[in-house]
């Protein structure tokens, strides 16, 4: 399964969260959302006040845990009287209240009147609003209790119990609302996060950050102080962290994705962590950037190139995509002072949109890495890429979405037998069994090979001659053998090679599958038939797309396909084929 890690603010990840919903289906992959929790503004300013700042804000975790709850649970929040539709509802309600005592009575009725909780839920929400606040009366005195989240208290209370820690609270509400515990703080060591402009003003709240909007006295850094000392810190990635969250997401990563949103406030406190820089080089992940719409407030005055310039502090951008809007503001377009070395472009929003659209914006990052281009030709692996015959039935319905939007070209070692019991044939395929060396439809077959590849009768016999092949010799087709089921397979491989050289190299045995071997002419392989294949088809080898799940295997049968220098792709299973074929199904429909 695709494993997809998206740095965000509190709002920069949703199109992103909301994209890949949308154009691979919720579940169809994995995806892990990093952010830091420095927010102090509003409620959650009021929130870190209440325990003396001595935790992290719960606005921007709350915001991505219930941006993934609100997509696993799509269908069930369309019924407006459904469980997970009121709960939903709670956690997203603000509350406007005169004081602390006013809002406890407002907050309190409704959690009593929320019968849809489970009664120990209801309970215990309730006392965590309790706790909030009557255990802090003297600090919250003096707050504004205007527009306050009803569940930015209960994220607080929570990483209050649990010793300050913000990162625990998140893990006790993704058990609460049933969804992935996904959201990670790049550190769990609550500080306040200031800037420093130019003329060396220093800027004291984040909320102020985000609005400094002074192109003439420009933020030039930000920094980070203990509330308890007074003396700034840089922290390390995943201090504070129960285990090492971030750094072992982003080393099992296939794609980081450095979202759009404010730089200052919510994104760039994130990149200073000690250690984050290293960590990123090191990861073999495909890294995107995504550049905003338009100009923020934070960095007023500057374009795109100036964003860059800033950002490479941190950022590897020698090692990384940077995604351009072409329907951005003027100053928010590539450029040719840009400092990344790659870039790709799209119209991902309507002109003068603040922010993408969902899906044009996965597309054209997705469309990327994988490497899909329109007017290309797909050439794909059957078992263990499209289906996956041994699977479950869960398994086969996805192997039956795939081949169903699946438009290109088959190219398997599996027998003309096993195709037509797993393959549903439709106008947009064309498939080719038997390594390639025929051509086969729903009623017919045809070999498209040169007699010279057909089996010698002789060899069947001479490998039953042999107790542990007696009955497990297999002709398909007469162009090809197949010997199953067996174990120690090596072992046999080595012993029907040493058999074959009888034959003076005119014949080879390769493993294939999970329990056979196959026996064929030394002549053929996917590689020499997807060369006759293009040929029937007019293509050139810089036409298509390769696809399959042993292309990094040697002794897998795709492997030899890297020698004809085509693009290729390897999958991990029919998950990611799917995560494929979707996108390339949606690329096909814009016209």
Same mark, same amino acid.
């Not at 002074?214 to 933020?219: F, G």
């Given at each position: 399964?695709?494993?997809?890690?998206?740095?965000?603010?509190?709002?920069?990840?949703?199109?992103?969260?909301?994209?890949?919903?949308?154009?691979?289906?919720?579940?169809?992959?994995?995806?892990?959302?990093?952010?830091?929790?420095?927010?102090?503004?509003?409620?959650?300013?009021?929130?870190?006040?209440?325990?003396?700042?001595?935790?992290?804000?719960? !606005?921007?975790?709350?915001?991505?845990?219930?941006?993934?709850?609100?997509?696993?649970?799509?269908?069930?929040?369309?019924?407006?009287?459904?469980?997970?539709?009121?709960?939903?509802?709670l956690f997203n309600m603000r509350i406007d209240a005169e004081d602390y005592e006013d809002y406890w009575q407002k907050a309190s009725s409704i959690i009593d009147e929320s019968a849809f909780l489970h009664p120990p839920v209801q309970i215990v929400l309730k006392e965590l609003l309790r706790k909030f606040i009557f255990e802090n009366q003297e600090r919250l005195a003096d707050e504004s209790f205007k527009d306050v989240a009803l569940s930015n208290i209960f994220y607080a209370q929570v990483a209050h119990d649990n010793g300050d820690s913000l990162s625990k609270a998140g893990s006790f509400m993704a058990r609460l609302l049933d969804i992935e515990d996904r959201v990670h703080l790049i550190s769990d060591v609550s500080l306040l996060l200031k800037a420093r402009t130019r003329s060396g003003t220093v800027i004291e709240d984040e909320g102020k950050i985000v609005d400094w909007s002074n192109s003439r006295d420009r933020i030039a850094d930000i920094f980070l102080?203990?509330?308890?000392?007074?003396?700034?810190?840089?922290?390390?990635?995943?201090?504070?962290?129960?285990?090492?969250?971030?750094?072992?997401?982003?080393?099992?990563?296939?794609?980081?994705?450095?979202?759009?949103?404010?730089?200052?406030?919510?994104?760039?406190?994130?990149?200073?962590?000690?250690?984050?820089?290293?960590?990123?080089?090191?990861?073999?992940?495909?890294?995107?950037?995504?550049?905003?719409?338009?100009?923020?407030?934070?960095?007023?005055?500057?374009?795109?190139?100036?964003?860059?310039?800033?950002?490479?502090?941190?950022?590897?951008?020698?090692?990384?995509?940077?995604?351009?809007?072409?329907?951005?503001?003027?100053?928010?377009?590539?450029?040719?002072?840009?400092?990344?070395?790659?870039?790709?472009?799209?119209?991902?929003?309507?002109?003068?949109?603040?922010?993408?659209?969902?899906?044009?914006?996965?597309?054209?990052?997705?469309?990327?890495?994988?490497?899909?281009?329109?007017?290309?030709?797909?050439?794909?692996?059957?078992?263990?890429?499209?289906?996956?015959?041994?699977?479950?039935?869960?398994?086969?319905?996805?192997?039956?979405?795939?081949?169903?939007?699946?438009?290109?070209?088959?190219?398997?070692?599996?027998?003309?037998?096993?195709?037509?019991?797993?393959?549903?044939?439709?106008?947009?395929?064309?498939?080719?069994?038997?390594?390639?060396?025929?051509?086969?439809?729903?009623?017919?077959?045809?070999?498209?090979?040169?007699?010279?590849?057909?089996?010698?009768?002789?060899?069947?016999?001479?490998?039953?001659?042999?107790?542990?092949?007696?009955?497990?010799?297999? !002709?398909?087709?007469?162009?090809?053998?197949?010997?199953?089921?067996?174990?120690?397979?090596?072992?046999?491989?080595?012993?029907?090679?040493?058999?074959?050289?009888?034959?003076?190299?005119?014949?080879?045995?390769?493993?294939?599958?999970?329990?056979?071997?196959?026996?064929? !002419?030394?002549?053929?392989?996917?590689?020499?038939?997807?060369?006759?294949?293009?040929?029937?088809?007019?293509?050139?080898?810089?036409?298509?797309?390769?696809?399959?799940?042993?292309?990094?295997?040697?002794?897998?049968?795709?492997?030899?396909?890297?020698?004809?220098?085509?693009?290729?792709?390897?999958?991990?299973?029919?998950?990611?084929?799917?995560?494929?074929?979707?996108?390339?199904?949606?690329?096909?429909?814009?016209?």
């Amino acid at each position: 399964m695709l494993r997809i890690v998206v740095f965000s603010g509190g709002t920069g990840s949703i199109a992103l969260q909301k994209g890949l919903d949308q154009v691979f289906g919720h579940g169809m992959y994995h995806l892990d959302v990093i952010i830091n929790a420095y927010d102090n503004g509003k409620s959650t300013g009021m929130c870190r006040r209440a325990f003396k700042n001595a935790i992290l804000g719960p !606005s921007d975790l709350r915001k991505n845990q219930l941006t993934e709850f609100s997509l696993k649970w799509k269908k069930e929040i369309a019924d407006r009287d459904s469980y997970h539709s009121r709960l939903y509802s709670l956690f997203n309600m603000r509350i406007d209240a005169e004081d602390y005592e006013d809002y406890w009575q407002k907050a309190s009725s409704i959690i009593d009147e929320s019968a849809f909780l489970h009664p120990p839920v209801q309970i215990v929400l309730k006392e965590l609003l309790r706790k909030f606040i009557f255990e802090n009366q003297e600090r919250l005195a003096d707050e504004s209790f205007k527009d306050v989240a009803l569940s930015n208290i209960f994220y607080a209370q929570v990483a209050h119990d649990n010793g300050d820690s913000l990162s625990k609270a998140g893990s006790f509400m993704a058990r609460l609302l049933d969804i992935e515990d996904r959201v990670h703080l790049i550190s769990d060591v609550s500080l306040l996060l200031k800037a420093r402009t130019r003329s060396g003003t220093v800027i004291e709240d984040e909320g102020k950050i985000v609005d400094w909007s002074n192109s003439r006295d420009r933020i030039a850094d930000i920094f980070l102080v203990d509330p308890a000392t007074g003396k700034e810190r840089i922290p390390i990635v995943d201090e504070g962290n129960a285990v090492n969250r971030v750094q072992n997401v982003i080393s099992s990563a296939d794609i980081v994705i450095f979202s759009s949103g404010t730089q200052w406030s919510s994104l760039i406190p994130t990149y200073v962590h000690s250690g984050f820089t290293e960590m990123i080089h090191k990861s073999k992940a495909r890294k995107y950037l995504v550049m905003n719409n338009v100009p923020d407030k934070d960095m007023a005055g500057l374009n795109a190139a100036d964003v860059l310039w800033i950002l490479k502090k941190w950022i590897p951008l020698d090692d990384a995509t940077v995604v351009f809007n072409k329907n951005a503001s003027y100053s928010m377009q590539w450029n040719s002072m840009c400092s990344a070395k790659r870039h790709i472009s799209g119209t991902l929003s309507d002109e003068g949109s603040r922010t993408h659209d969902p899906v044009q914006l996965i597309e054209c990052i997705f469309s990327d890495f994988f490497g899909l281009k329109k007017g290309m030709t797909l050439v794909s692996d059957l078992d263990g890429t499209i289906i996956e015959a041994r699977g479950d039935a869960e398994a086969k319905m996805l192997g039956e979405e795939n081949m169903s939007l699946f438009n290109g070209i088959i190219l398997t070692g599996n027998t003309k037998s096993h195709v037509r019991k797993h393959v549903k044939f439709h106008d947009g395929i064309e498939v080719y069994c038997d390594y390639g060396m025929r051509r086969i439809n729903e009623h017919d077959s045809e070999a498209i090979v040169p007699d010279s590849f057909r089996m010698d009768e002789n060899v069947i016999r001479r490998l039953e001659s042999l107790s542990e092949f007696k009955g497990k010799v297999h !002709s398909r087709n007469g162009y090809a053998l197949t010997v199953k089921p067996l174990a120690s397979r090596s072992a046999c491989l080595e012993k029907i090679n040493s058999i074959l050289q009888e034959w003076n190299g005119r014949y080879k045995a390769l493993i294939a599958g999970k329990t056979s071997i196959d026996v064929l !002419s030394s002549d053929c392989s996917k590689m020499s038939m997807l060369l006759r294949i293009l040929d029937i088809h007019h293509l050139q080898c810089s036409d298509i797309l390769y696809i399959g799940n042993e292309l990094e295997d040697e002794d897998g049968n795709d492997y030899c396909i890297n020698r004809l220098g085509v693009r290729t792709l390897n999958v991990r299973g029919i998950e990611e084929f799917n995560n494929i074929v979707r996108l390339w199904h949606m690329m096909s429909e814009v016209v």
